[in-house]
């Protein structure tokens, strides 16, 4: 298995959709790639932070702000 392969399975892997056999080839590779073992380990973590966070409160003069800029985006994109 190549890095290219645990990227494409990543998805996957975290959230525990592998099957067996796969399994023991992306933590067989993870054991000698620190590269990937990072790449895993940096998701996870985000993954973790942003299912356990809480909205933050968005200004009343930034939320006016985004939504007009994604107003006028949206009228200047072709049809």
Do not use: W
């Not at 409160?57 to 949206?74: F, Q, S, T, Y």
Request: net charge positive; with cysteine; hydrophobic share 30%.
């Amino acid at each position: 298995m190549k890095c290219r392969d645990i990227i494409k399975e990543l998805g996957s892997y975290l959230n525990g959709d592998t099957d067996s056999a796969l399994l023991a080839e992306v933590e067989r590779h993870l054991a000698h790639c620190e590269d990937c073992r990072l790449v895993v380990d940096t998701t996870r973590k985000t993954i973790h932070l942003f299912c356990n966070s809480q909205p933050a409160p968005l200004p009343d003069d930034v939320r006016g702000r985004l939504h007009k800029a994604l107003e006028n985006r949206l009228r200047r994109r072709p049809s």
